[in-house]
């Protein structure tokens, strides 16, 4: 623990969400001096990765949901007449509802240790990672370890299958870790790798392996668990970014592999692409070319304002009725490609929705997006580690008290950490969930209903295991949400082999259970007497081993003025919202980047190795051995080389 750090800094930053976190590397990188803390004890807050033994204990403690204490008791002697303090909360409060099940399973766990775990140390006061015996109709139980959230950090990397994409920009390889067999160095060899579809890794077996509870614990370091569940378009913001700023060296990807559609009680793929559309068995050759007209029609609609001019107040429902397609494409278009609601959307917005799904088939892959392997936790720690490389320093389980406010200039001054110690800056960044309730006591918050959960097989079989899949549930009632589902596979490095994680996500308007459990019984098979077998619907369906639901609360898009009392240099970040995609997060951080420091780019590209002139004293101690260089990520085994055949995707890899 850090508690004799500098007393000034430039920036102070508070929280590690993902926001926060590219503020803090654009800060670092055009020269701050950056102090990034988080009181939690693991990169990311709302938007991190957890392995099994982690996630038990993330629920564990936000069912006992217990306060943060003062190590420093007499902090307010360091305050000073003329000026006052905002307090923070001790409690995390964004997370409610948690309820996890354990199906199926008779299994004890009493005994099984996750495999590589750490040694059981009394490290501040946690013990070692124990698996628990399970009732198979009763909640599942906690870990009472938190070895843990460490190993949320830095997960160990399990072995994959399959094909994964690297951002990279122009002609420079990015990937950290280089999993091909071959490096692919020239723009023209990695086009060409681009183009080529990930060939199946594995035949799937008829009959899925039966996974025992004790098992998941077993091989509880390969799961990857995300709290919140998005994607990355292709030609979206987060891309750019990483591209731009050459963070993409940090992270691998992987192609989500094909659109799945719910449609009269089945599950059918969406053809999104020139080819699928072509290939299609499911569409009637006039449903096709109908299709591909519309599709055509969407992507320069603004150059044809006639077509939909008078329908500029009515619903893109109500629009596609108008333009002669069956209800099947109305459907596939409504739900799986512009992906928006049946009533809330208008007619420009579900034009534009369709649009920016076209413009992103065919970057990297036959669909629109990406998921980085290991799960979404790993892009604000890429964004931690570019800080860091410029200097940023990080200080986990590290507390604030308060911030510290000048009561002539209304200007924040300080901040106070849990050790007592005052720490000066010009700007302070802060993530929602640390203000108070007097400062937020104006602020209408929204809730985000989640689902995570682990089953044996896919919702849509086919001869590859191994695909990444995103689908749409309709709401059985106008005016309800539809639910996102996000299915992924073992290769993607976020569970063990011969199982599926799948998240399901969307607006709260109950308790998250109520709201997915009619989703989770249409597509996944409950019965936990997995002894008898029988030939029906129900057990054609994947079973789930483990599930959990929970509420988070969704603080995007709150006006500043909301908030109470707050400093002119103080900005708030807020936490996931419910989108597919990560716009929201990196709007919200160039904005405020910019308020703070107008004259300075954001997140500019990182400079040319040849260009840097190094002083004396830096090359004695580079001939010295000694480096400031961050820690790399170990060479993957030949194996895993070889059965994940990574591919390096580049800026230019575009059909």
């Not at 333009?323 to 799986?336: D, E, M, N």
């Not at 993607?492 to 009619?518: G, I, N, Q």
């Not at 990560?582 to 780019?601: H, L, R, S, Y």
Request: hydrophobic fraction near 35%.
């Amino acid at each position: 623990m850090a508690d004799n750090l500098p007393a000034e800094f430039d920036v102070v930053v508070v929280g590690t969400g993902l926001p926060e976190s590219i503020i803090a590397a654009a800060c670092a990188r055009s020269g701050q001096r950056v102090l990034h803390v988080d009181s939690r004890n693991y990169y990311g807050g709302n938007w991190a990765s957890f392995s099994f033994s982690g996630l038990l204990s993330w629920i564990k403690e936000n069912q006992e949901k217990s306060e943060i204490g003062d190590e420093c008791e007499d902090w307010r002697k360091l305050i000073l007449e003329n000026e006052e303090v905002i307090s923070f909360n001790k409690k995390d409060k964004t997370i409610e509802h948690v309820e996890a099940f354990c199906f199926g399973d008779q299994d004890s766990a009493k005994d099984v240790e996750e495999a590589g775990a750490l040694p059981k140390l009394p490290v501040f006061g946690a013990s070692g990672a124990e698996g628990v015996a399970q009732d198979p109709n009763k909640e599942c139980p906690p870990l009472d370890s938190a070895v843990a959230r460490a190993e949320s950090c830095e997960p160990e990397k399990a072995a994959s299958v399959d094909t994964a994409s690297t951002v990279e920009e122009n002609d420079t390889e990015v990937n950290c870790e280089n999993e091909g067999s071959s490096s692919v160095s020239s723009s023209k060899s990695a086009l060409d790798l681009g183009k080529v579809e990930a060939a199946p890794s594995e035949v799937s077996a008829q009959e899925p392996k039966k996974i025992m509870y004790s098992q998941i614990v077993r091989e509880g370091r390969r799961f990857n668990i995300d709290l919140v569940s998005k994607l990355l378009y292709s030609r979206g913001l987060l891309i750019d970014l990483l591209i731009k700023s050459n963070v993409s060296r940090y992270a691998e990807f992987k192609n989500a592999t094909r659109i799945l559609a719910f449609r009269e009680g089945k599950v059918e793929q969406v053809p999104c692409s020139r080819a699928d559309v072509f290939n299609s068995r499911q569409l009637t050759m006039v449903e096709k070319r109908m299709l591909m007209k519309f599709l055509t029609f969407c992507l320069d609609y603004e150059q044809h304002p006639d077509e939909f001019q008078d329908y500029k107040n009515s619903t893109f429902a109500q629009f596609l009725r108008t333009r002669k397609l069956t209800p099947s494409l109305q459907h596939f278009i409504l739900h799986s490609i512009a992906m928006v609601s049946e009533t809330d959307c208008s007619t420009v917005e579900g034009l534009q929705a369709t649009r920016k799904f076209l413009q992103c088939l065919g970057r990297y892959g036959n669909t629109p997006f990406l998921f980085p392997l290991y799960g979404q936790g790993e892009i604000p720690q890429c964004f931690c580690r570019m800080c860091a490389v410029f200097g940023g320093i990080y200080c986990l389980r590290h507390s604030v008290q308060c911030l510290v406010v000048d009561k002539e200039s209304g200007r924040c001054k300080a901040i106070i950490d849990h050790f007592g110690q005052r720490i000066s800056a010009n700007y302070f960044i802060v993530e929602d969930s640390y203000l108070s309730e007097s400062v937020c006591r104006n602020v209408c918050y929204r809730q985000i209903s989640r689902a995570v959960l682990i089953t044996d097989q896919s919702v849509l079989k086919t001869d590859s295991e191994q695909q990444v899949s995103i689908l749409t549930v309709p709401p059985v009632d106008l005016g309800q949400p539809a639910v996102c589902v996000i299915e992924l596979c073992s290769s993607t490095m976020t569970c063990m082999k011969d199982t599926y994680l799948v998240h399901l996500t969307c607006p709260s308007t109950k308790t998250a259970r109520e709201d997915l459990e009619p989703v989770v019984q249409k597509l996944f098979h409950l019965n936990t007497e997995t002894g008898k077998e029988t030939e029906n619907e129900e057990l054609e369906k994947p079973r789930i081993l483990w599930a959990l639901y929970f509420n988070m609360r969704d603080s995007s898009g709150i006006d500043r003025n909301s908030y109470s009392s707050l400093p002119s240099n103080v900005y708030v970040c807020s936490g996931p919202d419910s989108a597919l995609g990560n716009d929201c997060a990196v709007k919200q951080a160039e904005t405020i980047f910019q308020e703070m420091f107008p004259t300075e780019e954001f997140c500019p590209p990182p400079p040319n190795p040849e260009d840097i002139i190094y002083d004396e004293d830096e090359l004695a101690s580079e001939e010295s051995g000694l480096s400031n260089s961050p820690e790399t990520k170990p060479e993957p085994s030949p194996e895993e080389s070889s059965s994940r055949g990574s591919t390096a995707v580049n800026e230019h890899s575009e059909e």
